[in-house]
C-alpha cells in the first residue's frame, strides 16, 4: 500500500528534497504530492516522476487545502512560516503529521498539548539554522555530559555564503538565500546574548560593528554579529548554567563594517514608502538620505556624510555597486527604503548561473570536566554543485525530508510540538547527513573563554 507525502510549497530550498524523496519512492512505496500555488514552474524531471503528483494549491482556498491535507499520511509545509499554523490546525483535526523547516511560533506551539492528544509528530525547526545547527550543537553537547562534563560556554554561528572559487566581488558576498531577510538583517529587537556571565545587549544601530573573529581551516577567517536572541534555546538545550551563550550570522570579514553604512544611510529602514520610487535612479535615491548643497556631488555629501576616505575600501565597496549611476532605475512603486536598496543589491550580488554557493557553520563548547576546562570547536563547510542543487537547498531540504521519512516509518515516534534536539531524532538523522557530504570536524583546542592572554586548562 502506498504512503502518501504532501509538500505544500515547492520553492529553492525543496531541490534535494524532492530529489531525496522520489529517490526513496519505489524502495519506501511513496506517492509524493506536490501541492504548489505555482505548478506549472515545478520541472518535468519532477512532475513527470511515476511516484510524484503535481497539483495547483492555493492554500487559503480552505476545501482544497484540507481535502489534501486528508489524503496524505504525514504533512511537509515549505511554505512562508506565518502561513504553517492554518497547515497544522488542519493536521491536527486530520490526525497527519507535520514537519516545517521554520522556528515554532507562539501559536503553533499552543497547540502542543492537541498534538500530544492526538499521537502526532510536529517536527520544526529541521532545516539548516534552525536545524542542522540544533541537531550538531545538541550531539556534542550530550556527548560532554555522558562523560560528566559542565557546559560553560556555547557558540554557534551559521552563514549562507558564495564559493570561494566565485567569491569575486569586493564585499565577499552575493545572495544565496532570500534577499529580503539580508537587507533586513538585525532589525526587530535588540541583540541579547550572554558572555561570561554578564548579559549583553546590542541595539540595531551597533550590531554591526560589535563582531566576533574564527578561523574556518582552508578557508580563511570569517566574522559573525549575533542574532536577535541567543538565549532562546538555553532551556532547551538546558545551559541554564553556562557563562557565555552567544548565537550569531557569519559573513566574511569587513562585510560588517561596510554593511553599517547602509544602516547609518538609513537605506535599510523598512517603515515607510518613498514617493516616485518606480522612476527613481538609484543615483538620486542615496541623495534622498544626504544633506542638500548647491554645489557638492552626491559622491562626496557621501563621503563627507560617512567620513570616508578615498582609499577606505568601504568607498570602494559602494563605487562597486553603481550606487551614483544616474542610469539604472529602482523600478518599484512605492518602495520601502529597504525595498529599494535590495533592487541594487540584486544587481551586483545575484549568483550567476554557473555559481556556487557555500555553507559555513561554526560551533564552540567550552565545559568542565574532571576538574579542567576544555574546549571543542566544530565547524562544517558545504558547497553546492549548481543554482538549483545549492548548498543551501541540502542543508535545509535533506534533514526536512528525512525526518518526515523516519516519523513515517516509525523510528521518530515521540508525539508533540518540537525541535530536533533527542537522540530519536539528531542521532539517526546526522548519520543519514554523513553520507551527502554534510559532515563536521572537530578540533579540541585550549579553553580561553574571554581573555586570550592567558590559557586556562
Known amino acids: 500500500m502506498m504512503r502518501k507525502i504532501l509538500v505544500i510549497g515547492a520553492g529553492k530550498s525543496t531541490s534535494y528534497l524532492l530529489d531525496y524523496l522520489l529517490g526513496k519512492a519505489a524502495s519506501e512505496n511513496l506517492q509524493i504530492t506536490i501541492g504548489d500555488i505555482?505548478?506549472?514552474?515545478?520541472?518535468?524531471?519532477?512532475?513527470?516522476?511515476?511516484?510524484?503528483?503535481?497539483?495547483?494549491?492555493?492554500?487559503?482556498?480552505?476545501?482544497?487545502?484540507?481535502?489534501?491535507?486528508?489524503?496524505?499520511?504525514?504533512?511537509?509545509?515549505?511554505?512562508p512560516a506565518r502561513f504553517h499554523i492554518m497547515v497544522a490546525e488542519d493536521c491536527i483535526a486530520l490526525k497527519k503529521h507535520l514537519v516545517t523547516a521554520s522556528y515554532v511560533s507562539a501559536d503553533l506551539l499552543a497547540l502542543d498539548s492537541k498534538v500530544k492528544d492526538a499521537g502526532l509528530v510536529f517536527m520544526n525547526e529541521i532545516g539548516l539554522d534552525p536545524g542542522v545547527d540544533h541537531m550538531s550543537a545538541m550531539q556534542v553537547i550530550d556527548r560532554i555530559r555522558d562523560k560528566g562534563g559542565k557546559i560553560i560556554l556555547f557558540e554557534s554561528f551559521c552563514g549562507g555564503l558564495v564559493a570561494p572559487e566565485h567569491d569575486n566581488n569586493l564585499w565577499?558576498?552575493?545572495?544565496?538565500?532570500?534577499?529580503?531577510?539580508?537587507?533586513?538583517?538585525?532589525?526587530?529587537?535588540?541583540?541579547?546574548?550572554?558572555?561570561?556571565?554578564?548579559?549583553?545587549?546590542?541595539?540595531?544601530?551597533?550590531?554591526?560593528?560589535?563582531t566576533e573573529?574564527?578561523?574556518?581551516?582552508?578557508?580563511?577567517?570569517?566574522?559573525?554579529?549575533?542574532?536577535?536572541?541567543?538565549?532562546n534555546y538555553r532551556e532547551a538545550y538546558q545551559l541554564e548554567d553556562a557563562l557565555t551563550i552567544y548565537r550569531g550570522t557569519m559573513r566574511r570579514v569587513g562585510f560588517s563594517k561596510a554593511w553599517n553604512m547602509f544602516i547609518q544611510l538609513g537605506v535599510t529602514d523598512d517603515t515607510y514608502t518613498i514617493?516616485?520610487?518606480?522612476?527613481m535612479s538609484y543615483r538620486d535615491f542615496i541623495n534622498l538620505f544626504l544633506p542638500y548643497s548647491?554645489?557638492?556631488?552626491?559622491?562626496?555629501?557621501?563621503?563627507?556624510?560617512?567620513?570616508?576616505?578615498?582609499?577606505?575600501?568601504?568607498?570602494?565597496?559602494?563605487?562597486?555597486?553603481?550606487?551614483?549611476?544616474?542610469?539604472?532605475?529602482?523600478?518599484?512603486?512605492?518602495?520601502t527604503p529597504a525595498q529599494a536598496l535590495q533592487k541594487i543589491l540584486e544587481d551586483s550580488w545575484t549568483l550567476k548561473a554557473e555559481e556556487k554557493d557555500m555553507i559555513v557553520m561554526y560551533h564552540k563548547f567550552g565545559y568542565e570536566l574532571n576538574g579542567e576546562k576544555k574546549q571543542i570547536d566544530s565547524k562544517l563547510?558545504?558547497?553546492?554543485?549548481?543554482?538549483?542543487?545549492?548548498?543551501?537547498?541540502?542543508?535545509?531540504?535533506?534533514?526536512?525530508?528525512?525526518?518526515?521519512?523516519?516519523?513515517?516509518?516509525?523510528?521518530?515516534?515521540?508525539?508533540?510540538?518540537?525541535?530536533?534536539?533527542?537522540?530519536?531524532?539528531?542521532?539517526?538523522?546526522?548519520?543519514?547527513?554523513?553520507?551527502?557530504?554534510?559532515?563536521?570536524?572537530?578540533?579540541?583546542?585550549?579553553?580561553?573563554?574571554?581573555n586570550p592572554n592567558s590559557v586556562v586548562t
Open 38 to 79: 505555482n505548478p506549472t514552474t515545478i520541472p518535468s524531471s519532477i512532475s513527470n516522476h511515476t511516484h510524484c503528483t503535481v497539483i495547483g494549491l492555493d492554500i487559503f482556498k480552505e476545501t482544497d487545502r484540507k481535502n489534501s491535507i486528508a489524503e496524505a499520511d504525514i504533512v511537509i509545509s515549505m511554505l
Open 172 to 210: 565577499n558576498y552575493k545572495f544565496t538565500w532570500n534577499p529580503r531577510n539580508v537587507v533586513l538583517a538585525g532589525q526587530g529587537g535588540t541583540a541579547k546574548f550572554i558572555q561570561e556571565g554578564t548579559y549583553k545587549y546590542i541595539p540595531y544601530h551597533r550590531l554591526f560593528r560589535r
Open 213 to 231: 573573529f574564527f578561523e574556518i581551516e582552508g578557508y580563511g577567517r570569517f566574522e559573525g554579529y549575533a542574532n536577535r536572541d541567543s538565549l
Open 275 to 279: 514617493e516616485n520610487s518606480e522612476n
Open 294 to 335: 548647491p554645489t557638492d556631488s552626491v559622491e562626496l555629501k557621501l563621503r563627507h556624510y560617512l567620513k570616508l576616505d578615498q582609499d577606505d575600501i568601504r568607498w570602494d565597496k559602494l563605487i562597486e555597486l553603481n550606487i551614483f549611476d544616474q542610469t539604472r532605475v529602482i523600478g518599484i512603486p512605492n518602495a
Open 381 to 450: 563547510v558545504v558547497t553546492g554543485e549548481n543554482q538549483t542543487f545549492t548548498a543551501m537547498a541540502k542543508t535545509v531540504g535533506l534533514p526536512v525530508a528525512m525526518a518526515a521519512l523516519k516519523i513515517l516509518n516509525g523510528e521518530i515516534t515521540t508525539p508533540g510540538v518540537q525541535i530536533p534536539i533527542s537522540k530519536e531524532v539528531y542521532e539517526p538523522i546526522l548519520k543519514e547527513l554523513e553520507s551527502y557530504g554534510v559532515n563536521f570536524k572537530e578540533y579540541e583546542v585550549p579553553y580561553l573563554g574571554y
